[in-house]
């Protein structure tokens, strides 16, 4: 039973224009919420992150913003770029800081920007 | 950069055969995870580490073990591999509050 889903594995955007990346997560225990951004043979890489404490945050052109009651969180990528066409990854991590930061990954949404 | 590598990056094995992959850091990182990332199903945590002989399983650790004898590095054993353990995998670190910076990958294949 995955915890974290992205349930759109893909996701085709013209370039300026915005780009939305879904994620639903099942566990309550979650506070710490993260975006990993993709290239093919690479490991992905920290792009943003999310409090539970709060409910948006910002860096540049990216934006996260988390709804709690509906254990909801989107990634808004604004103006997408060519750049930014690769897999993205929501992942979720609880207060158990005894066990480090074990996230829990969705499975992925591939973001493809059209010049 | 956290200065993480795995070893080997490549590598394609039989069926029965034990293999042992390896993640090496420079940074002196207490926390030390290996992933394995399969289509439909993003990275899957196997195992991981909170200090020099301090392993726990993780989501998926059936048919693999770890071992940590030093800070800087992190074994991931395949003790008789099979087809379903082709994948992609990760190690990571936590390098901040809840970031972990990962490796440039393992790609494995069972034959």
């Known amino acids: 039973d995955q915890q974290v889903k992205q349930n759109s594995p893909s996701l085709s955007v013209q370039e300026g224009r915005i780009s939305i990346l879904n994620c639903d997560y099942t566990?309550?225990?979650?506070?710490?919420f993260l975006w990993y951004k993709k290239y093919p043979a690479e490991g992905p890489t920290f792009l943003i992150s999310?409090?539970?404490?709060?409910d948006k945050n910002e860096d540049g052109r990216f934006t996260v913003f988390l709804n709690k009651s509906a254990k909801h969180l989107s990634l808004h990528i604004v103006p997408s770029q060519p750049g930014d066409s690769a897999v993205y990854f929501c992942?979720?991590?609880?207060?158990?800081?005894?066990?480090?930061?074990?996230?829990?990954f969705g499975g992925g949404t591939r973001v493809l920007v059209k010049p | 950069d956290a200065g993480i590598t795995q070893s080997p990056r490549h590598k394609v094995t039989e069926t029965g055969t034990p293999v042992t992959l390896r993640c090496h850091q420079t940074?002196?990182?207490?926390?030390m995870y290996w992933y394995r990332q399969d289509p439909g199903h993003g990275l899957r945590l196997i195992h991981y580490?909170?200090?020099?002989?301090?392993?726990d399983k993780g989501e998926v650790s059936d048919g693999y073990s770890v071992s940590r004898s030093k800070t800087e590095d992190f074994l991931l054993t395949l003790e008789s591999a099979t087809s379903s353990q082709t994948s992609v995998y990760f190690c990571?670190?936590?390098?901040?509050?809840?970031?972990?910076?990962f490796g440039q990958g393992t790609r494995l294949t069972v034959v």
């Open positions: 990571a670190i936590s390098v901040r509050g809840g970031e972990a910076f």
């Open positions: 566990n309550s225990m979650f506070d710490y």
């Open positions: 999310i409090s539970s404490i709060k």
């Open positions: 992942a979720a991590s609880s207060g158990n800081k005894a066990a480090g930061n074990k996230l829990t």
């Open positions: 940074e002196n990182h207490r926390y």
């Open positions: 580490s909170y200090g020099v002989k301090d392993t």
